[in-house]
C-alpha cells in the first residue's frame, strides 16, 4: 500500500507516518521533533516491542542502561524490549528523528494522550503522566540511577 505524506496526523511533536494499523501491525513509524532544551522522554522501558530511533537532522542524545550516547545525522539506535532508555535533544538545534516500533504498538493513543494531558489548564502530574504511561505499555523509571546526566 503506498500512502502520500498528505494528511499524516500530528500528535504533539509526533507525526504518525506508518502508524501499525495502516500496516497489519507488523510495525509502527513516527517522525518526531524535539526542540533544543526540551526535556525529552524520561528513563523507561516497553514489554511489548522495541524502539530505535533514525537521527534526520540536529543531535538526538540516547540513553540506553546507564550510558548516554550522542546520535548525529544519519545515526542509528536501537533499544530492545525490556530496554531502559531514555532521549532528549543536545545542543542549540531542534532534533528531528524516526521512532520505529517492532512489532506496531499502538503509540498514537499515548501521543494522542499526552499531547491532550499537555493541553489542559493544569499541567498534569508525574502520577498522572506515569499511570497513562503505564496502560500504553510504557513503564517509567523516574529515579533510574544517573538520570539526568
Given amino acids: 500500500m503506498w ?4 494528511g499524516v496526523e500530528q500528535a504533539g511533536a509526533a507525526r504518525f507516518v506508518a502508524p501499525g494499523s495502516e500496516v497489519g501491525g507488523e510495525f509502527g513509524l513516527f517522525e ?8 525529552g522522554a524520561i528513563p523507561h522501558y516497553h514489554q511489548g ?8 537532522s540536529g543531535r538526538l542524545a540516547v ?7 550522542t546520535a548525529g545525522q544519519g545515526d542509528f539506535a536501537y ?9 532528549r535533544a543536545e545542543g542549540d538545534e531542534e532534533a528531528r528523528f524516526l521512532i520505529l516500533f517492532v ?3 499502538p503509540r498514537e493513543r499515548f501521543f494522542r494522550g499526552m499531547a ?3 493541553t489542559r489548564e493544569k499541567a498534569p502530574t508525574p502520577e498522572e503522566i506515569d499511570a497513562f504511561a503505564l496502560e500504553c505499555d ?7 540511577p544517573g538520570y539526568p546526566s
Fill in 79 to 87: 533499544v530492545p524490549r525490556h530496554g531502559v532508555h531514555a532521549f
Fill in 116 to 118: 491532550e494531558l499537555w
Fill in 49 to 56: 516491542f522495541s524502539e530505535s530511533f533514525y537521527v534526520l
Fill in 3 to 6: 500512502r502520500a505524506h498528505a
Fill in 138 to 144: 510504557q513503564v517509567n523509571l523516574r529515579d533510574w
Fill in 103 to 105: 512489532p506496531g504498538a
Fill in 32 to 39: 518526531f521533533t524535539a526542540p533544543p532544551g526540551s526535556p
Fill in 63 to 69: 540513553m540506553s542502561g546507564h550510558e548516554w550516547r
